[in-house]
């Protein structure tokens, strides 16, 4: 084991942060592909981008890791990337089914192609673009069947 894996294990069992692998029907391929490393804290960090995809990060991984405790389901949180280098961030699957697909901006409204592509191809009920700089919405984000732009609050809000 090299070193660089050794402290991403360290590092997680202290809480610091958490990883999220890639989904794939095939398990084989997805321990192959390189995991997503994310802070539990998303408030020292620097780039929008990229903590508004940290502070996401949380409140799911929190949400799969509640919703199996209760007994819900088994959930997972993962997230998605081809060979054409389309990603989308992340992906929450309940009993090994794709559930609903997230993608996260800090401000940009336009809806991400790779929401419907990825939607297309897993068969997620629902697809979410999360921007964290919009108002609050009195909505519920999971009416929708195609990709949708929604507020963080409003999505985050329906959450455990």
């Not at 989308?88 to 609903?100: A, G, I, S």
């Not at 964290?132 to 959450?159: G, H, I, K, M, N």
Request: charged share 25%; net charge positive.
């Amino acid at each position: 084991m090299d070193t660089m894996k050794r402290w991403v294990d360290l590092l997680g069992k202290l809480h610091y942060g958490f990883l999220v692998r890639p989904w794939f029907a095939n398990v084989t391929k997805a321990l192959r592909k390189e995991p997503k490393w994310f802070l539990r804290d998303w408030s020292g960090i620097a780039d929008p981008g990229a903590r508004a995809e940290t502070l996401v990060a949380c409140h799911l991984l929190k949400a799969v890791e509640g919703w199996t405790d209760l007994g819900l389901g088994d959930f997972e949180l993962r997230y998605l990337r081809d060979k054409q280098k389309r990603e989308v961030d992340f992906l929450v699957v309940k009993d090994q089914r794709p559930w609903f697909l997230v993608e996260v901006k800090a401000s940009d409204t336009r809806l991400s192609p790779a929401l419907a592509h990825f939607q297309a191809q897993v068969a997620a009920p629902h697809a979410f673009q999360v921007v964290l700089d919009l108002p609050f919405q009195d909505v519920d984000c999971f009416t929708a069947r195609q990709p949708v732009v929604v507020p963080a609050l409003t999505l985050l809000s329906q959450l455990l």
